[in-house]
């Protein structure tokens, strides 16, 4: 089928890319609202029941350019497919593990294929969307995380709690299910991406550019996770609201985060990936310092989480759409990467933003973190602004984007 041919079905091809996303942002997320009951069960600590988190990750990292290298040349639909039947199979395993050794074992699995979905999915959006709607495309794929967040991950949390989080992953595994069956119906059969073969495909991370891409993610996207991590004890101790409210709170970043999603997808396609990712990250410096001088005040904090989460997820779909411009011929491995790179984002955020509150700064200090954190990816954006102005010079029909 030719790409054109597949046009007016786009909106549903689509949706089997988001139902995917939503798969993985269950697998991914649910993990730390039913931890307690995870290490309640098979009698490990809570440190322990971390790792469950930590070793995910791991599987993200290893797994976006492993599966990309392998898969890349094969069609794109029967590739997705075959992931999505990895996040149902080891979430199955998971539910069924009878001790830690072999949760462990599955969580790395089931975190193997996270980059190489997204990586190739937004490929995939970014091919069937029509000209000038790249972003919004890709953004529609990654509105499976929102909907995990404001749905999924509640619902698995309230059945992990109230009667088992076995039952909670069964779920993630009808719903990676769900996801093969509509990337089997909806998907239409693209061909194989023109791709560079895998070794040569490498070549991108001898770019300067690639790097300040990679920079942006891993360490621009900081900021969000500094905050995001040590977002409960602000709640409860400088807010001054109760436990109960957490969860009405976690729904409003969702929110936040679905609002900023599509906002994100849309300001890219008009204004150029590059300077949208270096706006939102300003706008996210000031967003963290107001959050933080604010916090006390119960109002104001509420309307500030949904903004804060709407700008920290407003960046993905345009860094998606960037890093592909970065990586002409080999846009799937980078795409991944960025997946991979995003992981180390939130485990740097996340520990950055832990040392203020150890040094006994308060519980609104990791915002200032966070800012450090974004203003270091908003200096890689204006170190690639100049290499594009630089290279516009050089050869003039060549713009900023």
Not at 63 to 90: D, S
């Amino acid at each position: 089928m030719k790409e054109k041919d597949a046009k007016p079905a786009l909106q549903l091809s689509l949706v089997s890319l988001m139902i995917g996303g939503l798969s993985i942002g269950m697998t991914e997320f649910l993990m730390m609202g039913v931890l307690q009951d995870v290490s309640r069960t098979i009698n490990i600590t809570i440190p322990e029941a971390g790792h469950l988190i930590s070793i995910y990750a791991l599987g993200v990292v290893i797994g976006a350019p492993l599966l990309v290298g392998i898969a890349g040349k094969y069609p794109p639909k029967l590739v997705l497919m075959g992931l999505m039947l990895m996040v149902c199979v080891f979430n199955c395993f998971f539910s069924l593990a009878p001790n830690y050794p072999m949760l462990m074992v599955a969580r790395f699995f089931a975190g193997l294929p996270h980059g190489a979905f997204f990586g190739m999915g937004a490929v995939v959006a970014s091919r069937l969307a029509p000209p000038g709607r790249e972003a919004r495309s890709v953004a529609v794929m990654f509105a499976g995380l929102t909907v995990a967040n404001i749905i999924g991950v509640p619902l698995g949390t309230y059945i992990g709690h109230n009667f088992s989080w076995r039952i909670s992953f069964g779920l993630i595994s009808v719903v990676a299910l769900l996801a093969i069956l509509s990337l089997k119906v909806w998907m239409p059969a693209l061909r194989p991406a023109a791709q560079m073969n895998f070794r040569e495909s490498l070549k991108i991370f001898g770019k300067i550019d690639m790097w300040l891409v990679i920079g942006i993610s891993a360490i621009g996207t900081g900021g969000f996770f500094a905050w995001i991590s040590y977002i409960a004890p602000v709640i409860t101790h400088v807010s001054g609201f109760s436990s109960n409210m957490l969860t009405v709170i976690m729904v409003i970043i969702g929110l936040g985060m679905a609002f900023g999603n599509f906002v994100g997808g849309r300001l890219a396609d008009r204004f150029s990936p590059l300077l949208t990712t270096s706006l939102l990250l300003v706008c996210m410096m000031f967003a963290l310092v107001t959050f933080a001088i604010l916090a006390k005040y119960q109002l104001p904090t509420i309307v500030m989480t949904f903004l804060t989460g709407a700008i920290g997820f407003a960046v993905i779909a345009p860094m998606q759409i960037l890093i592909m411009q970065v990586a002409k011929g080999a846009e799937m491995l980078a795409s991944s990467v960025l997946q991979a790179t995003g992981n180390f984002g939130n485990a740097l955020g996340a520990y950055l933003g832990g040392l203020p509150i150890a040094a006994g700064m308060g519980y609104t200090s990791p915002e200032y973190a966070g800012l450090l954190l974004a203003f270091c990816g908003f200096c890689f954006c204006i170190g690639l602004i100049w290499r594009r102005k630089k290279q516009a010079k050089a050869v003039p029909s060549l713009e900023i984007s």
